[in-house]
């Protein structure tokens, strides 16, 4: 369960990367900067969360193994 969050998290952090790398059209050139810097912070964001979750799921993995 925990390794889908990772994935989930990462998946939505890598949209955010791709929304920066793929340039904004759409948003007025004086708020790019800003816009991209938004979207660099909420990608860590997700990372971050992401990597989190995937920690839990390697220590439930390995108390698991050691209980046995």
């Known amino acids: 369960m925990w390794f ?9 952090g890598y ?3 791709l929304d920066v790398l793929g ?4 948003i007025p050139k ?3 900067s800003e816009e ?3 979207s660099i912070g909420l990608a860590a964001v ?11 799921g390697v220590c439930k993995i390995t ?3 050691d209980s046995q």
């Open 30 to 32: 004086v708020m790019r």
């Open 46 to 56: 997700w990372w971050a969360l992401s990597v989190f979750c995937m920690l839990i």
């Open 23 to 26: 340039g904004n059209a759409d």
């Open 15 to 17: 949209m955010y990367v």
């Open 36 to 38: 991209n810097s938004l």
């Open 63 to 65: 108390n698991r193994i």
């Open 4 to 12: 889908m969050l990772h994935l989930v998290c990462l998946v939505v």
